[in-house]
């Protein structure tokens, strides 16, 4: 497939709303499609989850559900972007200088060939939905990238630049547990980026990766 759009940029739900607002400003223009993450919506499945046990192909649905409502909400409150959920009416509504916002379900569940886990989050759809586009991918979340430990403990070291190999390892980062797997099998590389610093994000998408003096993390899939 022809590369469709250059950059997907995921938005993490922890930066929703009022960061999540900022971060699509920031990119505002670029050659850019936005993926969402389920937030606190989301959340409430897994913690519902944990008491429940619903069946893995209900939860799977229902968290694609809230990345549904979640870019609904952050649609209403820009003026540059455009809710879309295929990649034909994505094409169009770039080429008309305007973001598309991708409503993932609908080719998903096309498609349905991801894990139905809590391992697959918004950040392993966003690689998969990248690939498929073959677009560049770039995921925001409310920490500087991928750290050694969890960023709030002591000794905690952040990662400047990782194969997606040595990902495999870590039971806990703020990337989903089956994004390494994917960047490995697609042989795709990701940026893992601050979003409460939209213009670091905005950086990165105008600019090679080399250009930059703020902290982030580079995943190299190959």
Known sequence: MIKIIEWVVKIGGSLFPEQAIKVAKAIEGTDSLIIT???????????????????????????????????????????????????????KVSENGEIPILICSKILNEKNQLEHSWKVSSDSISAYISHLLKSKLLITTN??????????????????????????SFDESSIDLMLPELLIKFGADCFVVNGKFPERVSSIIKLNKDSHDFKYTYIRGE
């Open 37 to 91: 993450g389920g937030g606190e919506f989301a959340n409430l499945i897994r913690e519902y989850d944990k008491k429940i046990r619903f069946s893995n192909d209900v939860t799977h649905q229902t968290a694609i559900s809230t990345m549904n409502i979640t870019s609904k909400l952050l649609n209403d409150k820009l003026n540059f972007t455009k809710i879309v959920d295929n990649f034909d009416d994505a094409k």
């Open 143 to 168: 920490v500087n990238g991928i750290y050694t430990r969890k960023p709030i403990l002591k000794n905690s070291i952040l990662i400047n630049e990782v194969d997606a190999k040595k990902l495999l």
